[in-house]
């Protein structure tokens, strides 16, 4: 028989998840299983798109990073991106190659190249953000307003744990792509 758990305690903490401030490690487990499930799912939504122009998930994720900030450097994409920067300078090739991508020395130091979608870029990039779009906002409706907060609270919780350089919650805001 599997030891009781012990009922949660209230009143002396505030926000959400007030409830679960118990969690047994199938309670992690579950959550870590759903996170990967719930990345699988959304990845999945681009992937017809992204081979119909001959891209992968690198390459969608550059593109998104330099969609969110126009004229991001190299090294700022690298620490964003968490990935080597052999990695990055392939799928990066490939985008400039595509022509997705256009690389401008910046005015400040010379020596830093500045990256911004091109046009195509923008138009593919836009699309495949509104595949994703859709599925979030209905999954965002369904759950309602609490949820979706609780929801941000954690990821950026995730976030500011993972130590990863370049990361964090307090980065400055982002463009309003609420239309299509």
Same mark, same amino acid.
């Given at each position: 028989m599997a030891p009781s758990r012990p009922p949660p305690t209230r009143g002396?903490?505030?926000? =959400?998840?007030? +409830? %679960? &401030?118990? @969690?047994?490690?199938?309670?992690?487990?579950q959550a870590q299983d759903l996170l990967m499930l719930a990345c699988r799912a959304f990845n999945?939504?681009?992937d017809e798109e992204l081979q119909v122009h001959g891209l992968g998930h690198a390459h969608y994720r550059i593109m998104q990073a330099i969609a969110l900030q126009p004229?991001?450097?190299?090294?700022?994409?690298?620490?964003?991106?968490?990935i080597t920067k052999q990695s990055l300078n392939r =799928?990066?090739? +490939? %985008? &400039?190659? @595509?022509?997705?991508?256009r690389q401008q020395t910046a005015a400040q130091d010379r020596r830093r190249k500045q990256l911004y979608l091109t046009p195509r870029?923008?138009?593919?990039?836009?699309?495949?953000f509104s595949l994703q779009?859709?599925?979030?906002?209905?999954?965002?409706?369904?759950a309602g307003g609490k949820?979706?907060?609780?929801?941000?609270?954690?990821?950026?919780?995730?976030?500011?744990?993972?130590?990863?350089?370049?990361?964090?919650t307090g980065?400055?805001?982002?463009?309003?792509?609420s239309t299509p």
């Open positions: 002396t903490a505030t926000g =959400a998840g007030v +409830e %679960l &401030l118990f @969690l047994r490690d199938e309670d992690m487990r999945a939504l681009i004229g991001l450097a190299v090294g700022g994409l690298l620490g964003t991106l968490g =799928a990066l090739g +490939e %985008l &400039l190659t @595509l022509g997705l991508l870029g923008m138009e593919i990039e836009s699309r495949l779009r859709e599925v979030l906002l209905r999954a965002y409706r369904k949820a979706v907060d609780g929801f941000r609270r954690v990821m950026r919780g995730l976030i500011d744990e993972s130590d990863t350089p370049g990361v964090s980065a400055s805001p982002l463009p309003d792509r």
